[in-house]
């Protein structure tokens, strides 16, 4: 059943239900600390229900403390998506994978997918690609970014320096031309789709 809801990108509460050969594959990997890094994340994921911005916050705090490192730097390859448990355990990531684990984190507490998209952006001020998260309060809403560049939850209409690109979630990609119509599957999606089929490998019995 688990298998079958990462297929199909729903029900993922049991992400927080981790397998102990998945800590002890993390361990060996990336050292003694990992059952602890992991522990707080399922802390995190586990904690009480509260308002939908103090979600939100959590989720953006707890991801933008993981130091930032470069996929050439931390994983040898030029661009490399890590799955939330791989950019937990070895605590080191850079913005896909910020992005990436606050949207798993912010599921599993329960917002709804279709108020999140993970966001391809132009960053003005660092001259370069980004990602970030973004929550819609209301499909027509001004959303909300999440972004470990700047550490204030703001509504997108505040942030100038970012240029949206495209978007995706689940089930559905946007892009700035398509006027808020789906123009195709996340499957098409080459990096998305290898870290779904290693995060079913990761929670596999």
Not at 61 to 74: E, G, L, T, V
Not at 179 to 203: D, F, N, T
Request: proline content about 9%.
């Amino acid at each position: 059943m688990l298998l079958a809801a990462l297929v199909a990108g729903t029900a993922l509460a049991a992400l927080s239900d981790m397998p102990p050969r998945l800590i002890e594959d993390m361990t060996a990997q990336f050292g003694p600390l990992v059952p602890a890094r992991l522990g707080a994340w399922r802390k995190h994921l586990l904690h009480p229900e509260e308002s939908v911005e103090a979600r939100l916050a959590g989720s953006n705090r707890f991801f933008n403390a993981i130091p930032y490192m470069s996929d050439m730097d931390h994983w040898k390859v030029e661009d490399y998506w890590a799955t939330p448990v791989e950019t937990v355990a070895s605590q080191g990531g850079d913005c896909e994978d910020y992005a990436i684990g606050k949207y798993f984190s912010l599921k599993e507490r329960g917002i709804p997918v279709e108020k999140l998209r993970i966001a391809y952006v132009r960053h003005l001020r660092l001259k370069q690609p980004h990602m970030v998260l973004v929550y819609y309060p209301q499909p027509d809403a001004d959303p909300l970014v999440l972004d470990n560049t700047d550490p204030e939850i703001k509504p997108a209409s505040r942030r100038p320096d970012l240029v949206p690109v495209y978007s995706f979630n689940d089930d559905d990609v946007w892009t700035e031309r398509s006027g808020g119509h789906s123009v195709g599957s996340p499957r098409q999606i080459r990096l998305w789709s290898g870290m779904l089929a290693r995060m079913r490998r990761e929670y596999e019995p």
